[in-house]
Structure formats: C-alpha cells, structure tokens
C-alpha cells in the first residue's frame, strides 16, 4: 500500500520560503512520478509541480515558475518542493501525489491517484 506523508508546512511572511518534504513508502519509488497539488479554501485543487521519475523532467504551474523547484531524492524515497518568494497567494493546503502506474505521464494532473494528508502553507501580508 503507498503512503504518502507531508512535512514542512508553516507560516512565513510574503517573501519568505519553506521546503516541503514528502515521504512515500509501499512500492519501489523510483518507478514512479510525483507530484504536489494544493487547494486554497474555496477553490479547487491544483497542479502545482511534478517530477518524472528520474528527476530530469520537471512541470511547474505558470504562477510559480521560478519560484517553486520540485526535487527528488530516490535513496531517500523523498520529494521535496523548495518554495522561495512566497505570496500571500499561495496560502493552501498542499499535497504530495503519486500515480498509480509507472508508465504515467508525469505532467498530467489527472494520473495522480494517491495522496498524502496534506501540510497547511500560510503565507501573511
């Protein structure tokens, strides 16, 4: 069974950074794409990130190109989401993904079928 665990939400200030980790145990994981989503109070969820299995291809969501880099540690079984410059418009609840199958399409929001709890990113004006 795949299990997913977030860590590294918190409250920054607009301009800080945080590095979320995401832990994932249950099946070899570098077969595997990852990727993050997150989902502000109201909205619905969204693709932020994802990484290829190897970690040579990555996808960004336009609004956080630049400032976000999703990484990954196959010895670790980790993917990580480095979040520079952050704004107050990225407040949400984000979640670590996996896909069912190894031969997924990483950047395609709709293969991510498991998913973490969720770690809550507060970002104050």
């Known amino acids: 069974q795949v299990q997913l665990v977030e860590s590294g939400g918190g409250l920054v200030q607009a301009g800080g950074s945080l590095r979320l980790s995401c832990a994932a145990s249950?099946?070899?994981?570098?077969?595997?794409?990852m990727g993050w989503f997150r989902q502000a109070p109201g909205k619905e969820p969204e693709f932020v990130a994802a990484i290829s299995r190897s970690g040579g291809s990555t996808y960004y969501l336009d609004s956080v190109k630049g400032r976000f880099t999703i990484s990954r540690d196959n010895a670790k079984n980790t993917v990580y989401l480095q979040m520079n410059s952050l704004k107050p418009e990225d407040t949400a609840v984000y979640y670590c993904?996996?896909?069912?199958?190894?031969?997924?399409?990483?950047?395609?929001?709709?293969?991510?079928?498991?998913w973490g709890q969720g770690t809550q990113v507060t970002v104050s004006s």
């Open positions: 249950g099946r070899t994981f570098s077969n595997y794409a």
């Open positions: 993904a996996a896909p069912r199958s190894s031969g997924s399409t990483y950047y395609r929001p709709q293969v991510y079928d498991y």
